[in-house]
Each structure stands twice: as C-alpha cells, then as structure tokens.
C-alpha cells in the first residue's frame, strides 16, 4: 500500500509520501510517489500516487508526454498550460481514468483491475493554492477550511493525529510535524507503508517549490522527533486518570 | 461497522465494545455487542461482536440455547460444558460459520452475503485466561505475550496507541485507559463506531466480571479523559521540535 498526505493551509501547503511499493508482501521496492510538474513563480503541480505502480507510472508518464513531446499540446492536454488548477486536476482525473482502463482491459482475462488514486497540490500565478483528490474514476473532491487536509493509501491509522492538531491556521512548521507523526502512526502500525518519505512544502503565492527533503530510514532527527513523541504519548498517558 | 478490543494481561482481560450498527448510513442503531456466559467462580466466556447484526444475534442464540435449552447438551455442544476454552472457541467458530452460511444462503439470490467476526475472552477454573480472535470462516488466532491484543472492526485507528502502550505488564487500570483512548481515536475519526461503550474488566483467576460499565454518550468521566487526552497530545505536539 501508500501513505500520502496532503495539507492546504493559510500559509501554503504541505505534502508526505511514504515510497513502498509491494506485489504481495515478498516482493517489496520503494519507487517516489511525489511527482513535480514545475514553472518557478509561474505553476507548480505536485502530484502523490497511490494504488497500481503500472497506473501511476503510466499516467505520470503521459501527463509529462503532454507537456513535453506532444507538438499540439494546449491548455485542454498540458497541466503546464491549463488555464486553471481545475482543469489541471481535469487533465489529470481524464488520463488517470484513460489508463485505468486500459490496463484493467489488459488485466481482465486474469480477473484483475488495477486501480489508483492520486492528490494534487498546485497554484499558478495568479490563482488561489489548490489541493485535489482524485478518485481511481477520474472524478475529484477538494480540501477547504472544513478539512484541510487530503489523504490517500492507508489513511486511518494517521488520521487521529491530523483530526487533533490541524487547521487551515496551522503554521507551516506545525504542518510538517503534524504529516510527519501522522506518517510516523502509519509506519509504526502497517508493513506496507515504508521509509524513505519525501517532504516538501510549498509556500503561498510562490508558486515553487518551497523545500524538498527525502527523509531516509535512519534519518537522525525524524528518528528523535518519532522518539519524542513517543515519550510525550506515553507520559501523557502516565498523567491521565481514569 | 464496530470496534471492539480485548486485552490479554499477566492480570486479567480488558474488554471494551461499542455500540453502533447500521444499515446505510440512514439508518443507525445501537446493540450490544459484548455477551457473558458466566458460572462464578467456575466459568466466564465474554464474547464481542463485529459485523452482519443477523449472524451475530443468531449466532449468540444459538449459543444461549445450547446451553438452556437442549437436554442434550454436552461439552461438545455448550460453551458452559465444553473441557477447555479451545473447545469453547471451536464451538463458537463451528456455530458461527454454520450460521454465516445459512444466512448467506439466503442472501446468494441478492448476490449478498452476510460474515462476522469474534473476540473470545474467557477462563475456566483450573485453566488459563484465553483471548481469541474468531474469523467469519470460523478458524481462530489467539493473543500471545508477542501481540497481548486483538481487535475487530475498525481497528486501525485504535492501534497506534495499543502499539506504544499495552504489553503483558500493563496494569488493569492502565489497560482500561489504553482501551478507551483506542476507543476514543476511533469514535472521533470514524463516524460507523458510537457511544455507549461496554467495558468489562475480568481478573486473572477469578472466572468471573471484576467490573463491568456502561459508558453512556457525554459521560463526564469519559468526556474528561478524552479532553485530558487531547490536551496532552496538543501539548507533547508543541513540545516536539522539527
């Protein structure tokens, strides 16, 4: 499975993947799951993946195909050019279910379907920050200040955390703590969500990247902060009385 | 859906079970999903449920009636009578998939089918607490001083704080704080599982309830740990350096 999150804040917006990948569970490989389409100060589009590696790799790879190498590229088949992030994330719903089914096509003399659903973080120039759910059938829902933040792949372990401590007011340092313990929950409880993990925050107005960071397994401060909490959870369970 | 948990300590069990059913999401109810089979001092075998109401409220009357009922039960047949709680554990798997099956029969013309799942907790004088999980198929695992817990329904939001807190040693009051806190995780971030809550405490030894409570919706001492707890989860968040 996958864990990727997604937070839409006052400040900007905040994105963790985890990388693990598994066709059953003796056959494990960590492949990115968070994919940036960039203009600096122009558009960024981050995308994270979960579900069938062959659907994300495909519909990635034909999302970059129609940017970079398709002459007739335009507004209604590049992500680069759509004049909106709705129609980017209309792009992206189309060829996700485009490939979706083609590949369940290839898979149905075996009785299978591959499936997989994906976020996408983006603002262009000019327009307000946008954060997406793509649902495997290519439709779409959208964070707001109800719930601020989106979530894909195994979700219910971290879910707790963000319901705690997140709201569109959250700074963008609170931001990165809350996805990071959220991911750390989900790590800590199913094998099928796996280190390294890519952070990146991207900040209001920029339009780029803000910072990007892989987080390795052994990463010495995402290993004290996972320590620390810890901690602050078990002592906070040592003071509460029944 | 349902959450139920039960623990298995050095001593005593920890039981803890929600409430709620439903049929869509219209159409909700609350049941009890906890049921002891109790001779003081000689038997106790306290089962929770999860899944299809049907399965689950004909497979406990089956129970009850091969204990009350039938002249002919024997300790092939009554959970009361039954040698040892492996014994009670295959005759509560064999009924349940017995009546996993008829109903589902009943159900193939809708192209439906009904299952439910089980936590067995129990001890006879002379033997040891057991705690077992029993699968819609009927088969079962057993809680182990590896994993001293087992859960049912939804039970991934729960889990986290069983991972960092519960192990063999936990104290019985600490183990009823563990359970609720799991327990609360789950009511505030999955709408399926609701107040009441049923809470038995089983000591080692004992073979029959050391407590059992019923916690309503807005118990005051309910509604303050949960309060505490979340204040002390936004406090060790704060704590918590990036």
Chains 1, 2 share one sequence.
């Not at 149905?108 to 120039?125: E, H, Y």
């Not at 987080?215 to 906070?236: H, K, N, T, V, Y």
Request: aromatic share 4%; proline share 3%.
């Amino acid at each position: 499975m996958t864990y990727c999150v997604g937070l839409l804040l006052n400040d900007g917006m905040v994105l963790l993947s985890d990388t693990r990948t598994n066709a059953g569970l003796d056959n494990i490989a960590t492949y990115r799951k968070m994919f940036v389409f960039e203009e600096p100060g122009e558009r960024i589009v981050t995308i994270l993946t979960a579900g069938s590696l062959s659907v994300t790799q495909t519909t990635i790879a034909r999302l970059q195909e129609a940017i970079s190498d398709n002459p007739g590229a335009d507004g209604t088949t590049s992500i680069m050019q759509a004049p909106t992030m709705l129609q980017v994330a209309e792009i992206i719903g189309r060829t996700l279910v485009q490939v979706t089914r083609e590949i369940s096509d290839k898979l149905s003399t075996m009785k299978q379907a591959a499936t997989a659903s994906m976020i996408v973080a983006g603002q262009r120039a000019g327009g307000g920050m946008r954060l997406f759910l793509i649902y495997p059938e290519g439709n779409f829902i959208e964070a707001t200040a109800d719930t601020p933040y989106l979530q894909i792949g195994e979700h219910k372990y971290g879910k707790p955390i963000l319901d705690r401590v997140v709201n569109m007011e959250t700074s963008l340092v609170d931001a990165q703590k809350a996805v990071l313990l959220s991911m750390d929950s989900t790590l800590r409880s199913n094998l099928s969500v796996g280190m390294p993990l890519d952070l990146m925050v991207i900040e209001k107005d920029a339009c780029k990247i803000g910072s990007q960071r892989r987080i390795e397994a052994g990463d010495p401060d995402f290993a004290a902060m996972s320590d620390a909490w810890s901690q602050a959870l078990r002592d906070g369970f040592r003071r509460i009385t029944l």
